[in-house]
């Protein structure tokens, strides 16, 4: 198997210093970029057309009159129409669940559409260039939860006398006759799948299975299924014109592999990085061939641009060069001359001016029924996705193009084996460069924003406005950012906890958790599948515990990634062996206190025989809070108790023998849709150690890729994906001249005991709340009412701000060898 790899523009390399010195967030007016929440740009090439909520997919009909677009994000969700040789928008009928699967009759007179978790397949008539009143295929008797199906990819054939379809949740496929709206067969499959597409003599079904790695062969004759293996995360599916050949994006792997349909052999794999990287990254998931079938464009979610290779020759594809596009591009189509690209998070980061709404009635999940467009500012569906039309490149212009795509990524391959720093810092820059820290715990909380607990601290960009639990509530978090560092530039990757855990501990969030957390949080079924409990949402090689058993260093969880029970199970292979099984999972009855207090037990006895491990991850997590939930700890002594967990934990370490050796990073794994003056994602961060300086205040931007990329180069790591490679290590908070003074708690100043008595309107929204799981309580809501706990319940939350910032080195010269 021959591997090709998209790096012959690598020359085109970005400047790191350019990109240090944008300071002001939002559109650069010089070159005309937009920066983006984690730190890369935009600069997308051609024209657009506003989509909807998350556009996951998009298809032509048979002769590229029409083109339909299903969107698939927290809010409002959508299939519209569109005349892409017009550009412009034919109709759009709101849909209330949908999941990817589209399909046009080869007459195009009607449109199949995935309807979700109601677990059936939709069916609009196409009248005038309008979509007719939906009737209904049913796949289950039930929707979610009661059944549990999704489809996902569908086909017809030329007749369209038979509609294939598969499914993510009970991955199997079904062959309907949709005239009648019988389903005439289902075919178990191993794993959950995403993409199906029928061979031109329509004798076999392609499928990639999204969850299994593998591709399947479905024999329409014989109703028999084969399977051959494939890169990580294998997605959208595309034939050439003759059928000889088939190509298959595999997310996780930044590639597209190409198969022979004759043989079912792999015969090359593409590999679509920017770089010579293994790293994930780019998350390849979008295929479109050019009319001549000589060229390939590829989606790169992940990196923001278009792969373009010259298939002439399959088996000895050419890498010709990349296209800048939108945020997210998640599906690419070509008529004539013309390139589609679906952008899943359209042109930018933006501010969020409507601001959170009262719910006033709700279904069991605490969601809002038939007022979806409430809830448009939710960060969850703030980001509207476009469709840009571009016009297919000649060589020159391609060369041009290319070029801005290296000035958009802050990764190179340079980086990734030196990282960003200073020689003599405690952070070592190189693999193989030794440290004086040894030990690392890394405490997971939940959910705050900067401004809800360090806007009051002076020293820092604050807004003592929007401050809730200030030094009142919490005096470790504002000791802790006194007596060492104080950073007011820290931005978690997150929007969410579903994503959150896994950019914490992976630095990356997999195409399967980005598209399908959104359905689940816009309260449309789904489990919480995102914290190690379902395979298929797992990066390719991990996440840190992993990098570490490879690597030889010893490590323990408590509580992360960790499953509830007597005693607790481990929710990974590789932290089996590798938790305190005293330690809770996410709970909310139980005190961050208690899990300070496991923790030391725990830590002590390792102590005792020289046996605690380098890397320590901890769930404190009260800050959650239960809303104003009446009976449960109110929300001010549920901050208050995990602000003295967190100050006990250190106080504990502090007086150890192995603090000389030690480094505490604490982290929010998102900002929960919180307010904040400077944006959304802006959240305290806290370091603590010897080696860690004292008394500073840090206004570099940082990165939750940056704390892990810290870590990664004091265990001897490397980094998981591109994101961390290219983030800057928090080598500014470290000193070579360390203090072994130790730490003391801070005494709790306000009731720890204190429940919520109160009966008001928050209350009773309270009461609707899913507390089981982190987030599946709706955080805009959750927000307000804790906001209304603290202010008064006539009081008005600010609108959480969005922001597209850059991540900037500090002030000082940086050797960039």
């Not at 489809?151 to 949709?178: C, F, H, Q, W």
């Not at 050439?240 to 088939?246: A, E, N, P, Q, S």
């Not at 401004?451 to 960009?461: A, E, H, K």
């Not at 530039?489 to 950019?503: I, R, T």
Request: aromatic letters at 10%; hydrophobic letters at 35%.
């Amino acid at each position: 198997m021959k591997l090709k790899s998209a790096v012959c523009m690598a020359l085109l390399c970005i400047s790191f210093q350019a990109f240090a010195q944008t300071k002001t967030p939002g559109k650069i007016e010089q070159t005309g970029q937009v920066l983006l929440p984690n730190g890369w740009k935009l600069s997308p090439a051609g024209r657009s057309l506003p989509l909807g909520d998350l556009p996951l997919n998009m298809q032509l009909s048979s002769t590229g009159r029409l083109l339909a677009v299903t969107n698939n994000g927290q809010s409002t969700q959508s299939i519209q129409l569109i005349d892409p040789k017009n550009e412009k928008l034919l109709d759009e009928q709101v849909i209330k669940k949908s999941w990817y699967g589209l399909a046009f009759s080869r007459d195009e007179k009607k449109l199949y559409a995935s309807g979700g978790n109601d677990n059936w397949i939709l069916i609009y008539n196409i009248n005038d260039n309008k979509l007719g009143t939906p009737d209904t295929i049913k796949l289950a008797p039930h929707p979610w939860p009661k059944s549990k199906v999704c489809a996902t990819g569908m086909v017809t054939n030329k007749s369209n006398s038979r509609l294939y379809s598969v499914t993510k949740e009970d991955s199997t496929l079904y062959i309907i006759n949709p005239d009648k709206k019988e389903i005439m067969n289902r075919v178990k499959l191993p794993a959950e799948a995403y993409a199906c597409t029928l061979s031109p003599d329509e004798k076999t079904l392609y499928i990639s299975l999204w969850g299994g790695n593998m591709l399947g062969f479905y024999n329409v004759a014989t109703q028999t299924l084969s399977t051959i293996k494939t890169p990580s995360h294998p997605n959208e599916l595309l034939l050439d014109k003759k059928g000889k050949y088939l190509y298959v994006a595999d997310a996780n792997d930044n590639a597209v592999s190409v198969v022979n349909t004759a043989t079912h052999k792999i015969v090359e794999t593409v590999s679509t990085v920017l770089y010579p990287t293994h790293l994930t990254g780019s998350t390849t998931n979008g295929l479109a061939l050019s009319a001549d079938g000589k060229t390939l464009y590829i989606a790169n979610a992940d990196n923001n641009c278009l792969a373009v290779f010259d298939v002439t020759t399959p088996g000895s594809s050419k890498s010709k060069g990349f296209i800048p596009v939108g945020w997210y591009p998640t599906n690419v189509k070509m008529l004539g001359n013309k390139i589609l690209v679906s952008n899943g998070k359209g042109f930018s980061s933006m501010a969020n001016p409507k601001g959170p709404q009262p719910v006033k009635k709700t279904d069991n999940s605490g969601y809002k029924q038939g007022a979806i467009n409430s809830r448009e500012q939710y960060i969850g569906g703030l980001f509207k996705g476009t469709l840009s039309f571009i016009d297919k490149p000649t060589d020159i212009e391609l060369k041009k193009l290319t070029k801005q795509v290296y000035a958009n990524t802050p990764f190179t391959d340079k980086i990734e084996k030196t990282a960003k720093g200073e020689e003599g810092n405690p952070i070592p820059r190189r693999a193989g460069e030794k440290s004086p820290i040894k030990y690392v715990f890394y405490i997971i909380k939940e959910n705050r924003t900067y401004d809800q607990v360090l806007g009051d601290m002076p020293q820092g960009n604050g807004d003592t406005s929007l401050c809730i639990f200030g030094n009142k509530v919490t005096p470790n978090h504002h000791a802790i950012a006194n007596e060492f560092v104080l950073l007011d530039n820290f931005y978690v990757d997150a929007e969410v906890s579903a994503d959150g855990h896994n950019w914490s501990m992976a630095a990356y969030a997999t195409d399967f958790v980005e598209k399908t957390w959104p359905t689940s949080y816009g309260g449309r079924g789904g489990n919480y599948d995102f914290e190690g409990s379902r395979k298929a949402a797992y990066p390719r090689d991990g996440f840190i515990w992993d990098y570490c058993k490879r690597a030889g260093v010893s490590y323990r969880t408590y509580g992360e990634f960790v499953t509830d029970g007597n005693p607790g199970k481990a929710n990974l292979k590789s932290l089996e062996g590798h938790f305190c099984a005293a330690s809770p999972g996410f709970d909310l009855n139980v005190k961050d206190v208690k899990r300070t207090e496991i923790w030391a037990h725990d830590f002590d006895s390792l102590l005792t025989i020289n046996a605690v491990p380098h890397f320590n991850t901890v769930r404190i997590s009260n800050d959650h809070t239960s809303g104003q939930r009446k009976g449960a700890i109110s929300p001010i002594a549920a901050v208050g108790d995990n602000d003295l967990a967190i100050g006990q934990f250190i106080e504990h370490l502090s007086h150890s023998a192995i603090w000389k050796e030690s480094v505490v990073f604490i982290l929010e794994d998102d900002a929960q849709n919180g307010p904040d003056h400077i944006d959304a994602h802006r959240s305290p961060v806290f370091v603590a150690g010897p080696y860690v300086k004292r008394n500073a205040v840090i206004h570099g931007m940082y990165s939750t890729s940056g704390v892990l990329r810290t870590m990664e180069l004091i265990l001897g790591l490397p980094p998981m994906s591109q994101y961390d490679a290219a983030a800057m290590p928090l080598y500014d908070c470290f000193t070579s001249k360390p203090d072994f003074t130790p730490y003391t708690a801070k005494a709790a100043q306000v009731n720890l005991e204190q429940r919520n008595v109160a009966v008001n309107e928050s209350s009773r929204r309270s009461e609707l709340f899913n507390f089981a799981k982190e987030d599946a309580a709706p955080d805009i809501d959750l927000n307000e009412v804790v906001w209304k706990y603290v202010k008064g319940e006539a009081s008005v939350m600010p609108a959480p701000k969005r922001s597209a910032f850059v991540i900037l080195e500090p002030k000082k010269e940086q050797d960039d060898d």
